[in-house]
């Protein structure tokens, strides 16, 4: 019986690779292919499972499923927090 939760290993590399790498390439396809910001959270979400899936966390399925949606939501986190901030700036 399944009762037991996924072990996860994760590392430094996650951060500091996977989502800068993630968060870069959104905003260039943005800026490049006029994107709108509709379909911000669906690139990303595809770009962070294939980059999971292929590249970071090889033998382990529910490691490349969780760490690509985790990989997506920080780099869509880290996009919508600092539009909010620019736009809480600009308004004082």
């Given at each position: 019986m399944l009762t037991e939760f996924p072990v996860i290993h994760t590392n430094i590399w996650d951060a500091v690779w996977a989502v800068p790498v993630?968060?870069?390439?959104?905003?260039?396809?943005?800026?490049?292919?006029?994107?709108?910001?509709?379909?911000?959270?669906?690139?990303a979400t595809t770009l962070a499972l294939g980059l999971s899936v292929f590249i970071s966390h090889p033998g382990n399925l529910s490691a490349r499923i969780f760490m690509g949606f985790f990989y997506s939501g920080a780099a869509m986190g880290t996009i919508y927090s600092v539009k909010q901030s620019f736009r809480a700036y600009r308004q004082n």
């Amino acid at each position: 019986m399944l009762t037991e939760f996924p072990v996860i290993h994760t590392n430094i590399w996650d951060a500091v690779w996977a989502v800068p790498v993630v968060l870069v390439v959104v905003l260039l396809a943005t800026w490049i292919f006029r994107l709108p910001p509709s379909w911000l959270s669906t690139l990303a979400t595809t770009l962070a499972l294939g980059l999971s899936v292929f590249i970071s966390h090889p033998g382990n399925l529910s490691a490349r499923i969780f760490m690509g949606f985790f990989y997506s939501g920080a780099a869509m986190g880290t996009i919508y927090s600092v539009k909010q901030s620019f736009r809480a700036y600009r308004q004082n």
